[in-house]
């Protein structure tokens, strides 16, 4: 199972009281978390049916749906917050699940491992194998992780897709925060995203 | 897990009795769909554990085609058979007696109790026939809110049925939004199929076909029993898969060798004759064709151009929807439309295909994960209903 410390600085990053849409929800963790200690209304998609079943049999609003199909079904801004948490990796084509989340909703909210991390990179370097670590535990011929980014791959992304960071949270060993060379040490990156509005709307 | 399929229920809460309420007061008018109306009307209906002082713990179970009020233990300790839903009634289990108040009735134009076809016409003393007016989902769904009414029950917890049932819990949601918490329609669609009024027809055909259905005008007892068990063999293969008849069954035979005649020598066919047979002692002819027809006119998005998020843009209560994966009488996919319309609309739903593999039908058989499903989401509404602190 794949470390999720990352949900405490999701939770920090979600205002009380509005809409979230989880992605890739799996059992409903975060959606259950967000319900009981921010008071949301939160929706999930599952791709998995027994997770998918497990999050609704606890009353959760899971949809048994795919990321990469499932999200064209709901309106433009129809949730305050988008969650993508530990899945962009696991997408197939994770710039289109991404410009679905911001027209979705008005933010939208990105944990992905960090490929960058020492670890990673002492792996390939000195072993010269594909790298295990704590949150990349898969085989290469087994992993779900398809496509994995680097902390600065993302920021280039967002600039070149017209999106703006409005806030990073790196953690490192031991759920820390990294404060400086995330690409270095951070084993999770949590960026909070909005679309850049090409002109100032009325 | 499934402790639910464990609990022996203790003697002596066992049984169960219909009632009866007759709605006959100067403006206990059903005014249907059709634009006739329907006075005085009687529902039968079941009920099972306890209304709270609160009123709000109130589950409306609605029946399928060929179901009726009867959905949980016997009527008398020497009934074989319990009601149609019976592992889902009881303490612990996910229509759980010690919390909820279930209320089940038997719909307008039915044949176990509740005003249909084969009760006596006020205006010519003899059983209606078809001089009984033609009813609608929606109608019938009229008929299950008086009831509440009659009850003192202002709002449902949970709409809930299968099939037909899920029509009920759709058109409910539809008509009156503020009347349910929790609305589950299982196995079911926004608009019967083409296929699906094609079934129907057979089945009706089959019925009228019949030359002792007589136009419609039979003697109780005497009626068109070969046409009604042909059109139940008809419906009972929609019910079922081509896998679950196939390892029920295949090709074995109930006699010792072929004997290259027209008797009956496939199982199959000997299950169907029997499916067909019971069926002729507890159902009305007039009835299927009826509910039937109700069926075929189902269609949730006409009123609406069309459009079901349309038809659904007025609903209030969060949803669960459920399919199962080998149902092609009501493909997963016309779950996942309705799903998709509830999506739009900004309805709070959760959607779950169940991996299945006994057809339509999958809804009153005990299909791995589908009661603790359907009782975990309950108890999760009723936190809801009640605030955190039960």
């Given at each position: 199972m794949v470390e999720r410390a990352d949900y405490d600085a999701i939770l920090t990053l979600i205002p009380s009281g509005c809409r979230v849409l989880d992605l890739g929800c799996g059992e409903g963790e975060l959606m259950e978390l967000l319900r009981e200690c921010k008071d949301c209304?939160?929706?999930?998609?599952?791709?998995?049916?027994?997770?998918?079943?497990?999050?609704?049999?606890?009353?959760?609003?899971?949809?048994?749906?795919?990321?990469?199909?499932?999200?064209?079904?709901?309106?433009?801004?129809?949730?305050?917050v988008v969650v993508l948490s530990q899945t962009l990796q696991v997408t197939r084509r994770p710039h289109l699940v991404l410009r679905e989340m911001l027209r979705v909703g008005s933010v939208a909210i990105v944990s992905t491992p960090n490929f960058a991390q020492w670890e990673v990179r002492l792996q390939i370097l000195f072993k010269g194998r594909m790298p295990i670590t704590k949150i990349l535990p898969y085989s290469w011929y087994e992993t779900p992780n398809i496509h994995m980014v680097t902390v600065r791959d993302f920021r280039k992304f967002c600039r070149n897709e017209g999106i703006s960071i409005e806030k990073e949270i790196f953690l490192g060993l031991g759920r820390r925060k990294v404060?400086?060379?995330?690409?270095l040490f951070a084993r999770t990156a949590i960026f909070s995203l909005r679309k850049i509005a090409h002109r100032e709307s009325q | 897990m499934n402790q639910s399929d464990t609990i022996a229920l203790p003697e002596g809460v066992g049984l169960v009795k219909t009632q009866y309420v007759t709605f006959d007061g100067p403006r206990d008018v059903l005014c249907l769909e059709s634009g006739e109306k329907l006075a005085p009307f009687t529902l039968a209906y079941e009920t099972y554990g306890t209304l709270n002082d609160r009123k709000n713990n109130t589950i409306l179970i609605f029946h399928a085609l060929s179901g009726d009020a009867h959905v949980a233990r016997k009527h008398s300790p020497r009934d074989d058979k319990r009601g149609w839903w019976d592992s889902m009634v009881g303490p612990g289990r996910p229509f759980d007696t010690d919390k909820f108040y279930m209320v089940c009735a038997n719909v307008i134009g039915g044949c176990k109790g509740s005003t249909g076809p084969s009760a006596i016409n006020p205006a010519s003393g003899k059983p209606f026939g078809l001089d009984f007016p033609i009813i609608t989902i929606r109608d019938m769904v009229k008929g299950h809110a008086q009831l509440l009414d009659y009850l003192g029950i202002e709002k449902a917890l949970c709409v809930v049925g299968g099939s037909m049932g899920g029509m009920q819990v759709l058109q409910w949601a539809v008509d009156y939004p503020e009347r349910a918490v929790c609305a589950i329609p299982i196995a079911c669609s926004a608009r019967l199929s083409a296929q699906g009024i094609a079934f129907n027809e057979v089945?009706?055909?089959?019925?009228?076909?019949?030359p002792k259905w007589n136009g419609?005008?039979?003697?109780?007892?005497?009626?068109?029993?070969?046409?009604?068990?042909?059109?139940?063999?008809?419906?009972?293969?929609?019910?079922?898969?081509?896998e679950s008849l196939q390892s029920k069954f295949g090709r074995r035979l109930k006699v010792e060798k072929l004997g290259y005649s027209f008797q009956t020598e496939f199982q199959v066919e000997s299950y169907l004759h029997h499916q067909g047979l019971a069926f002729t002692k507890r159902f009305d002819?007039?009835?299927?064709?009826?509910i039937t027809k109700a069926m075929d006119y189902f269609d949730l998005t006409e009123a609406h151009g069309g459009s079901l998020i349309k038809a659904l843009s007025g609903v209030k209560s969060r949803f669960l929807v459920i399919s199962?994966?080998?149902?092609?009488?009501?493909?997963?996919?016309?779950?996942?439309?309705?799903?998709?319309a509830l999506q739009a609309v900004g309805a709070e739903v959760a959607y779950c295909d169940m991996d299945s593999p006994f057809g339509h039908d999958s809804?009153?058989?005990?299909?791995?994960?589908?009661?603790?499903l359907i009782g975990g989401y309950l108890q999760d509404v009723w936190r809801e209903v009640n605030g955190n602190g039960e």
């Open positions: 209304r939160v929706s999930g998609l599952e791709i998995d049916k027994d997770l998918a079943r497990a999050a609704a049999s606890r009353g959760l609003s899971v949809l048994e749906a795919d990321i990469d199909e499932g999200l064209k079904d709901f309106p433009d801004n129809s949730f305050d404060l400086f060379w995330p690409n | 089945g009706r055909r089959a019925i009228t076909s019949d419609g005008k039979y003697v109780n007892g005497d009626g068109p029993d070969v046409g009604l068990a042909l059109a139940r063999m008809i419906g009972h293969i929609t019910y079922l898969s081509e002819a007039n009835t299927y064709l009826y199962f994966t080998s149902d092609w009488l009501y493909p997963s996919a016309e779950s996942r439309h309705i799903v998709k809804f009153l058989l005990d299909v791995p994960g589908f009661t603790d």
